[in-house]
Each structure stands twice: as C-alpha cells, then as structure tokens.
C-alpha cells in the first residue's frame, strides 16, 4: 500500500484530513442548486484533499460545487466571471507573503463583494498574519491547515455557508447587516474583556432599536461570571451572576449556555456565542418589545459574527499574556518590564526609580538534587513572596531562569528590603526551604538609553556583585558602562581583525645561561590595527577567550609558529625548540588534539622540537581529567611546560601525575629576586622542585645582567626576557640569530 495511502487510512481514524496522491472523481450537481466554494491556493495537494475531506457533504440539503484557483492573479479571474459564490478558502501564502490579504482587499474593496465568507487558510504554524490585516478586511475566520480536520473543515465551512445564506436572503436588512460587519470590526479593535463585552450589548441594542442594558457572561465553575454590563446592570460587571441579582438574566444566560443555542423570550433575550478556546458566552438582554422574526434572523448572523470575534479577541488576549507575562509564575516578563522601563524613564519626576535583578543562588544545583517540578515551585513560591511582601507600587517581574526583576522607587526598592526577604525559608510541599539571592541594581536617573539598555547594565551589575560575593548586590556606575562597552568594541574589531589578518607572531628568544646561546623561542601573539595602533595581550586575550575566538585564533597560531619552525631549520637551526601558548577554552576543546597533528603534518614539523605552555591555574582544575588530555597530546610528541609556575597551588602529587617537561618560573618572582628574600626563596624552590621531578626550568622575564646571574647560581639552566632579546618578526630573528653564533650554522 502507497505511503499516501497507508497516512490516510491513519490519519481518518482520527477525523483528520486525507492527503492522497490522486483527486477525488468530480461530482456533478447540475441536477439541483449547489453552494459555490472557491478554493484558493498553490499547492495542488490541497485542493485534493480539501475536495475530499467535503465530497458527499451538503448544507441544509444543498451540495456543495468547487472552484479552483492556484494563485491569486488566478482567483481575480474567477471571481471577474464567477458570481454566487458562498465561500472562500483562501491560502495566505502563494506568490507573495501577503498575497492573500490582498487578495481579500480586492474582493471586499474592489469588487464589493461583503457577503462571501473568506476563511484564510495557512499551512505555516509560525506565520500569523497581523491582526490589523484581520480586523480591517473582515476576515471571517482563520486558521492552519493543520488544525483543520474533516469534521472541523466540514463544520467551519458549513457555519460559513449558513452566515453567507443569511447575509445574502436578508439583502432589505442591508443597514443591519452593515451595522452587524461594524460590530464584528469594531470588537477587533478591542483588547480588553470588559470593553468587548460592552461593545456586544451596545451593538445588540442598536440592532433591536433600543437602549443598551443586559450582560455578557461565561461560565466559571458552576456559576456564571458578569464580564460586561450594560444599562442597569453595568454594575454587576466583574461579579458571580446569581438568581439574588436579576432572576430573568440569570435563567436567559444559564439556558442559553446549557443548550447552546438562543433563546427570545417576550421580555428577555439570550444569545449564544460558541467559543473554539474552551469557553462560550452568552448575552442576556432584557426587551422593551419581542424581537420581530426579522431581527431574530439578523441576530443570528450577529451572533455568528460575533462568536468569530470574541474568539480572536481571546486569541489576541491568549497571544498578549503569552508575549508579554511568564506562563510559570504569572508575573510579568521580559518583555513587559522593557516596556515598563521605557515608560518609566520617560515618566517625569520617575527619575528616582531603582530597577532590581534578583538572581536565586545556588538555583541549578538545586533543580539538579530535587528535579525540576521542585525547582518550578520553588521559582512560584518566591514569586509569590516577591508579590505579597514588596510595597504594591513596585513591579515585580521574571525576566528567564531563576532571575527576578523588581522596579519601583529607589526608596522603597532597596538591597535590604529585598534581601530581608529570604531570611525566612521558603516552603516547599510541606519541606523548608533556605534561599539566598544576589543582586544587581541601576538607579534609572544614572541611566539616559533605553529600557533595554537599563535592564544590560542592571545585568552588568548582577554579574560583577555575583563576580565578589554570592548574597550581595552591585550597583551598576557610568564608568562600568563604559568598560563594557569597550569590551565589546574590542570584540568586534577583533573578529574583524582576525578576518583581515591583523593579528601576527613575534618570536622572543630562549637562552641557555651557561653558554647565553640560543636554543629556542616563544611565539607571542600580537595584534596591530589598520592604524598601526598595537593592542596589547593582556586586553585582547581575554576577550578572545570570552567570546570563543581564542579556539580560531589558537589554530592559526599552532599553524604558523609550526610553519616558522620549519623555515628556521631550513635556514639551519635544526635543533631550534619553538613554544606556543594554548589557553584553557583551547586545549580543552573536543578537536584540540585533531587540530595539533594537522598543524604538525601540514607543516612538517618535527613534533619533538614542539613544546606547548598551559598555565598552572590550568593545570591544577580537574588534575584527573587534564592528565588524560595532556597524555593523548603526549602521544604526538609534543613536549608540555607549565607556564607561570609559582603562582598557584600546584600539589606534588598532581604536578608529577602530569607528566609535564618543563617549568616557567614567573616573571613577577624574577623580578622580585634581586630585591625581596621571598622572591629569590621561590624562584629557588622551583629550581630545586624541577631538578627533584627532573624536569627542565626556564625563567622567563629577565632583565638585568644580575637577574641572570642569580638565576644561573641558583642552578636555573634556561632563562628568556629583554636582557636577551625582544620579541622578535621572523626576519628579525634570523637576524639575531645569525648575531649570536658567527659562524654559519651547522
């Protein structure tokens, strides 16, 4: 059996559409008169599948006939020599984005066609046309062709041939009629429950010639809720509809929503609108006179409209609540309190606002011991004491994760007012609970850019307080900004940088101080810009490891200082050594390793005159694991040295677990040595150190002639700095190497 087949065999168990690969045989209906639907769409499968999905189908007793077109310039033509048709399905999406939407304007503008029922069709979830389009074109529904199965395309399609039969048979009602696509208009103008609910009796009343009184009702529970009142009743707006407060509405609505349907009574009415979202209405209205069999028609095509109506105005609600408040806590979001911030800031006299992020400590560890459903009542429950226990003028928000937000005054939206939060514990399904929450504040009359502006520095404040000390606040300054700012300038012109090959190697000479011969360099990373300006790498390095740059910039670097070891032994120096700094986010990459071989086969470089430098901070986090990535690196060939040693906290054991080849003394205790006790006591331990685990040491840093010489006593075999020489370009180095030893090179 095709796939097709087998899909639609599966899918009509479950009342969907049909997809198969051949139309349906047409069904002639010559015989008898048929409701004209026009099918608008490129996608030929639909067509197919929609005629399917409707064959054999008739509206009260009347079939239904189908016109196709496969784009809209084609549709323009059909209805140019087409008349009577009923129905519009109508694809958004064909030549254009909004092909669609124009189409609907040039029906209802152009042609003047307002008694055909359009239902736009899309069959992209993601793809939502803008409401105003909607509201201005009257367009009668909308939906995705995926949530259009055969009962609910048939049942759609069936309301809107009875809404166009009605329309269309009450042509000497046309001033009612016009006043009821007013109505449907002007509901989606509104947002708010209560202004909808008004505007429904207001218009009701119209249609019936007299004042406007009655209420429009859901059910909530077991009783009714008031979301509109109009006349007498506007009064019982917001309240539980019950028999104590007007008998004759409570019976018209609650029979209304029980049988689904209207009912005219000689002294009240009760409409019925059925909502798709789970929630019908009713609109119970008493009468000065009975409701004439005219305006009973014209009130069911009014309510037909307005069931469409209310239903996208609680989409457009359900859209809102969604776009703008958390669907965990309630509260607002992100995206609200930027537009909170905004009106704020441009509020005068609101200068003195204080915008708060409260970030929970400890918050994944938490989610990682308890699950996830604790760590989600943990994250309402503090909602929850946020919203209960701040002053009421202030905002409270959930701006992602386990971050709060609270905006108000900075009198009452202090470190202290929300820190005192938290001394008690919070209480979780019964268990106590200890949370803790670290701050980051702005004081909005320090800032002069946007709210989304304001609420970057409050998180440049939360990362600095989080930075010095979990449980403590920051308050965000000018000057932090600007730093910031400079960080992400630099950012940017790096990766510029990079891509226009502004960064290049220097190469500073290793020296044996017994001979002061050379017998290796370090390549040194630099960075010059267009301008000639030299950038130096204490300020780029650390960007470049922050922003991930440094895994890219890491590779050229292995790739060129390899490259260059193979030109200086082409010029002689074969027993040349060339180092090359790897940072932590490099060497701990997954492809590290992949990418050090391929450096050392593309260039040829012997892998024994290689030596890498990881830091010793580097080296003693997670000592287990490094030691088996630096073994799988030692299996190239590589030599490893610990750079900066002394610095840290090396443990003895770890450090010989390591396997490593050499150690670095820092250049901050060489330049202690000549001066300080401690100095020279340090630089000593890890020269005896080295010679104990047998590993060779290199002092770097040195300077002065006295340096030297200390080092050389105290038995440091190896030294580099500017005694020696500079970092050097490639050219400047031959130079200096050919300095250093007269005579040609062996």
């Known amino acids: 059996m095709p796939a097709s087949i087998m899909h639609g065999v599966a899918a009509s168990l479950h009342d969907d559409l ?316 992100r995206t609200q309190l930027v537009e909170e911030l905004d009106k704020a800031m441009a509020t005068p006299g609101n200068h003195d606002a204080t915008l708060t992020l409260v970030d929970l400590d400890h918050f994944a560890e938490t989610n990682d011991a308890l699950g996830h459903q604790f760590g989600d009542q943990l994250l309402v429950t503090v909602a929850q004491r946020l919203q209960r226990e701040l002053d009421p003028l202030l905002t409270v928000a959930r701006i992602g994760g386990d971050i709060f937000a609270v905006l108000g005054a900075g009198a009452l939206n202090t470190p202290a007012a929300i820190h005192a939060l938290f001394a008690a514990p919070l209480s979780i399904d019964g268990q106590d609970v200890q949370v803790s929450a670290t701050l980051g504040l702005v004081r909005l009359v320090e800032h002069d850019g946007s709210g989304a502006d304001a609420l970057k520095d409050a998180d440049i404040a939360l990362k600095r307080a989080k930075s010095q000390q979990r449980g403590g606040h920051f308050y965000f300054s000018r000057s932090m900004g600007v730093e910031i700012r400079e960080r992400v300038r630099l950012m940017h012109a790096l990766r510029s940088g990079v891509a226009r090959g502004e960064l290049f190697l220097a190469y500073q000479p290793q020296v044996d101080l017994s001979t002061h011969r050379p017998f290796g360099a370090e390549a040194l990373l630099r960075w010059r810009l267009e301008d000639g300006t030299m950038i130096p790498p204490d300020r780029f390095i650390p960007i470049a490891e922050y922003s991930g740059l440094i895994v890219e910039i890491g590779g050229w ?130 020269i005896q150190l080295g010679r104990n685990l047998g590993l060779s040491v290199i002092a770097e840093g040195v300077e002065d002639e006295r340096q030297a010489q200390i080092l050389h006593a105290l038995g440091c075999p190896l030294a580099q700095g500017y005694l020696f020489a500079r970092p050097l370009s490639p050219q400047a180095l031959l130079e200096w190497l050919g300095s250093q030893r007269p005579e040609h090179p062996a």
């Open 18 to 333: 049909v997809f198969l690969d051949e139309a349906p045989h047409a069904l002639s209906h010559a015989s008898r008169p048929t409701w004209r639907v026009l099918i608008v769409d490129d996608d030929a499968d639909v067509h197919s599948t929609t005629t399917f999905a409707l064959a054999g189908l008739e509206v009260q007793e009347r079939p239904l006939e189908f016109l196709h077109a496969y784009s809209a310039n084609a549709a323009r033509a059909v209805l140019a020599r087409e008349a009577d048709i009923a129905v519009i399905l109508l694809d958004v999406v064909m030549e254009q984005a909004d092909a669609g939407l124009h189409l609907v304007r040039h029906i209802r503008e152009t042609l003047g066609m307002l008694d055909v029922r359009i239902i736009l069709r899309t069959g992209q979830p993601g793809y939502t046309p803008e409401m105003e389009a909607i509201r201005d074109l009257d367009i009668n529904d909308y939906r995705t062709k995926s949530e259009l199965t055969r009962t609910k395309l048939y049942t759609t399609v069936a309301a809107a041939v009875r809404c166009y039969q009605q329309l269309h048979a009450l042509g000497v009602g046309r001033a009612g009629l016009e006043r009821i696509v007013h109505a449907g208009t002007e509901l989606m103008r509104l947002h708010g429950a209560r202004d909808v609910a008004r505007s429904i009796l207001q218009q009701a009343a119209a249609l019936l010639g007299q004042d406007a009184a009655g209420v429009l009702c859901t059910r909530e529970a077991a009783a009714l809720r008031v979301l509109g009142g109009a006349g007498d009743a506007l009064h019982l707006e917001g309240q539980l509809l019950d028999a104590h407060l007007d008998a004759r509405l409570v019976g018209a609505a609650a029979r209304a929503l029980a049988e689904r349907r209207p009912e005219f009574g000689p002294t009240c009415l009760a409409l019925y609108f059925p909502g798709k979202s789970g929630r019908d209405f009713a609109a119970a209205i008493p009468l000065v006179r009975p409701v004439s069999e005219g305006n009973q028609r014209l009130l069911h095509v009014f309510a037909s409209v307005v069931a469409v109506g209310l239903d996208n105005v609680e989409l457009v609600g359900r859209l809102n609540r969604a776009a703008f408040f958390d669907p965990l806590t309630g509260l607002p979001n």
């Open 557 to 686: 670097v292995l790739r060129e200082a390899c490259a260059e070891l193979m030109r200086l032994r082409a010029a002689g120096y074969r027993d040349f050594t060339m180092s090359v700094n790897v940072s932590q986010a490099q060497f701990r990459h997954p492809h590290f390793v992949d990418v050090l071989r391929a450096a050392l086969a593309d260039s040829g470089a012997p892998a024994e005159f290689i030596e890498l430098e990881i830091t010793e901070s580097m080296a003693m986090e997670e000592p287990q694991l490094l030691a088996e990535m630096l073994a799988e690196v030692k299996r190239t060939g590589v030599s490893i040295a610990i750079d900066d040693f002394g610095t840290g906290f090396s443990s003895l054991s770890h450090l010989q677990r390591l396997k490593v080849d050499r150690l670095k003394i820092d250049r901050a205790f060489v330049t202690e040595i000549t001066g300080s006790a401690r100095g020279s006591s340090i630089a000593e331990m890890v």
